[in-house]
T-cell receptor
């Protein structure tokens, strides 16, 4: 299957700071990438859909000014958590869709801890 | 009604048995269906995709799709303890953005 990388895999930051997470599709071009959040023992929650060259589409209840998404190229999308707070601590996972099969491949995830 | 429904389980089977995971979906326009496996603390991994009615086999895994009944299933033959994970069913409704709709997942435990 296709490979999606995510960096960093784990980050600890202080409350009030910002954290940037990168998501890359390594062997295919992804016009669309998705950002999810998952709390322990809970299901995936879609946060936003990231489209190359245009503004992201956010799900209801997700603050676009807090979770900044940039999809600058067909292989890179970034999520920046601004002014992070302890309640933002979670497992953030990106995914990218193969344009032909519509199979969606997930990155390994980023575990964010805000102290 | 949620787009994709799965029995949350947990489902527990002995090693060597067949594990049967079920999923229903509400949108008749859904075109493609996917099964993901997620180990605790890890991200989901695609294990099967199915696009047309019938069965699709890949090793120990068989996906079954019945569009008339809006039903998708995953059978795992000769279950192994390493199959213990949460299995997510997902449906693609045909949006040009490629968004998938996920069920909440079924937790499977295979005991030796």
């Amino acid at each position: 299957g296709a490979v999606v990388s995510q960096h960093p895999s784990r980050v600890i930051c202080k409350s009030g700071t910002s954290v940037k997470i990168e998501c890359r599709s390594l062997d295919f071009q992804a016009t669309t990438m998705f950002w999810y959040r998952q709390f322990p023992k809970q299901s995936l929650m879609l946060m936003a859909t990231s489209n190359e060259g245009s503004k992201a589409t956010y799900e209801q209840g997700v603050e676009k000014d807090k979770f900044l998404i940039n999809h600058a190229s067909l292989t890179l999308s970034t999520l920046t958590v601004t002014s992070a707070h302890p309640e933002d601590s979670s497992f953030y996972i990106c995914s990218a869709t193969d344009r032909i099969s519509y199979e969606q491949y997930f990155g390994p995830g980023t575990r964010l801890t805000v102290t | 009604q949620k787009e994709v429904e799965q029995n949350s389980g947990p489902l527990s089977v002995p090693e060597g048995a067949i594990a049967s995971l079920n999923c229903t979906y509400s949108d008749r326009g859904s075109q493609s269906f996917f099964w993901y496996r997620q180990y605790s603390g890890k991200s989901p991994e695609l294990i099967m995709s199915i696009y047309s009615n019938g069965d699709k086999e890949d090793g120990r895994f068989t996906a079954q799709l019945n569009k008339a009944s809006q039903y998708v299933s995953l059978l795992i033959r000769d279950s192994q303890p390493s199959d213990s994970a949460t299995y997510l069913c997902a449906a693609y409704r045909g949006s040009t953005l490629g968004r998938l709709y996920f069920g909440r997942g079924t937790q499977l435990t295979v005991w030796p």
